[in-house]
């Protein structure tokens, strides 16, 4: 295993007190916290820098550290604890699932899960709460109108002999009608494996809606380009449109503009307070000129008509 | 088939946050997160979304040693933030559509 020198990775000199190992690692924390750093390797630096402040802030994970640290700190072919060497502040015995993403230095000689969950929970030391797991679920919006059952493909991070690995688990899940982009389900029992069943982690699916070909989604609104020719938008036209669970008839009324919203009542998401609408958003689709015919057509068009649309800018 | 949920209630969520319920308490007073149900504190029942959030608040507070007021700035940053992200995809989308359109005019 690799030595891990915290006093380097949380850049203290090891006589630093508590105030500076602190400092330090609120600096760093800060700098590599995965929900703020723009750093392609922050999450692993930030997993590093709390491993190094998780023992360093603890006087006599601390001490144990210094010990180990003088034994074979120097060492480059890998490190193995002096003969004899017993830690009092670690009960590696049995993995520590919150330090699950800690070093094989860390859980060999610190991890003391143990404890924690003695205290927490305070239940016997052989006890521990498996992790939640979250990952995010594509759903089709035809999906989101009546439900539907997905199968679920994830790995597991379970813990064996200190080593941690990856279980593949299947599931067939039925998401509720109604459910949004950026809702979270809930999976009991689903998440890391825990000591025994009934404290296993849980799993989160986080939706994510999956871009439709022909609709846009704004709040439980579907919003639908509809393209017409100048004359259809002028004259008026009953067309049928498409709908997430079928056609309708929309009458599109004479003198229709660009960029108008045709409402259709009730076809769009389903929602707490019930379906939202569906928005046909007309665009006017001019024909390009291809024959003299239609040249001279429009050409009519414009002696007849004097509308300009750039009037209120003179 | 496996049983979904949609909420979680605050004996559970303590147990799996590895918290007691005051922290809870003081997440809910800071408005970082909405009981959706519940009279009393121990009755409380929390969306997973409101679970969410006092997780990631918990997380942060152990995590970065701030305070609860600096917390709850942070979390409204962060929610404020996922919005717009959740906005923008929605525009570049429609925008993308509406490019398409011009390009078969």
Avoid at chain 2, 3 to 21: G, M, P, V, W
């Amino acid at each position: 295993m690799k030595f891990k020198d915290y006093y380097q990775i949380l850049q203290v000199s090891d006589t630093a007190d508590l105030k500076k190992i602190k400092k330090a690692y609120r600096k760093l924390a800060l700098k590599y916290h995965p929900d703020t750093s723009p750093e392609p390797d922050g999450e692993e630096r930030f997993k590093e820098v709390t491993e190094a402040y998780e023992v360093l802030k603890d006087t006599k994970k601390r001490a144990e550290y210094d010990e180990l640290r003088l034994y074979g700190g120097s060492s480059t072919d890998g490190f193995d604890a002096p003969p004899g060497w017993q830690s009092t502040t670690s009960n590696n015995q049995y993995q520590d699932n919150e330090h699950g993403d800690f070093s094989e230095f860390f859980n060999s000689f610190f991890a003391d899960r143990a404890q924690n969950h003695q205290s927490s929970q305070g239940q016997g030391a052989d006890l521990f709460k498996g992790q939640d797991l979250e990952m995010e679920l594509p759903v089709f919006l035809e999906e989101t109108l009546f439900g539907a059952t997905k199968a679920l493909d994830y790995h597991v991070p379970v813990f064996t002999n200190n080593q941690l690995q990856q279980i593949k688990k299947s599931l067939k899940v039925k998401i509720p009608a109604g459910v949004a982009d950026g809702k979270r389900i809930r999976l009991k029992g689903q998440g890391a494996p825990g000591s025994q069943d009934k404290l296993n982690g849980d799993l989160y699916l986080v939706i994510r809606l999956v871009p439709h070909p022909l609709f846009d989604v704004q709040g439980s609104n579907l919003i639908l380009s509809l393209p017409l020719t100048p004359w259809e938008a002028a004259l008026g036209i009953k067309l049928e449109i498409p709908t997430l669970d079928g056609k309708v008839k929309l009458n599109i009324p004479a003198n229709s503009r660009s960029g108008q919203k045709l409402k259709i009542k009730g076809k769009g998401l389903k929602s707490k307070k019930g379906h939202g609408d569906l928005l046909a958003l007309i665009k006017i689709d001019i024909p390009p000129l291809t024959n003299t015919e239609t040249k001279r057509l429009w050409g009519e068009l414009a002696e007849a008509e004097k509308y300009n649309p750039r009037a209120d800018r003179s | 088939m496996v049983e979904i949920t949609l909420h979680i209630a605050i004996d559970e969520l303590c147990k799996n946050a590895r918290i007691n319920q005051e922290v809870i308490l003081e997440v809910v007073e800071y408005g970082i997160a909405t009981p959706q149900s519940g009279e009393t504190l121990s009755e409380w029942i929390f969306d997973l979304e409101s679970a969410h959030w006092i997780k990631k608040a918990i997380q942060l507070n152990q995590q970065l040693l701030l305070d609860w007021v600096a917390i709850s700035m942070v979390i409204d940053l962060m929610k404020e933030k996922e919005k717009l992200i959740q906005e923008n995809d929605h525009l570049k989308s429609r925008l993308r559509r509406h490019r398409q359109f011009d390009l078969y005019q």
